[in-house]
């Protein structure tokens, strides 16, 4: 089994910064990509930005503000979120895709944490 643990999460007034962490361990043979997704009350979840190799990718709404990144040794993917603004607030949970030992593929899901950016 995989477990990931995710922090960081918390209150900040807009403009500042938070930086979010999701440690992966248990039966990794190694990863093929991590990823942050936030959810919104009463929207859908949404794909943040993701790292893949030395790929990464982010939603239009956080390009040049959020920068995500990777500690491979430690099985560890980081979102460094700067320049915060009220609608940046969500649960941001993080998600893994993993190849276990066995060879197998899954995706995993981090609990969430929460980020609220407010006055």
């Known amino acids: 089994q995989v477990q990931l643990v995710e922090s960081g999460g918390g209150l900040v007034q807009p403009g500042g910064s938070l930086r979010l962490s999701c440690a992966a361990s248990g039966s990794i043979f190694s990863i093929n990509a991590m990823g942050w997704y936030r959810q919104a009350p009463g929207k859908q979840r949404e794909l943040v930005a993701v790292i893949r190799g030395g790929m990464t990718n982010y939603a239009d709404s956080v390009k040049g503000r959020f920068t995500i990144s990777r500690d491979n040794a430690k099985n560890t993917v980081y979102l460094q979120m700067n320049s915060l603004k009220p609608e940046d607030t969500a649960v941001y949970y993080c998600?893994?895709?993993?190849?276990?030992?066995?060879?197998?593929?899954?995706?995993?899901w981090g609990q969430g944490t929460q980020v609220t950016v407010s006055s």
């Open positions: 998600n893994v895709d993993v190849v276990r030992y066995s060879m197998r593929t899954n995706v995993y």
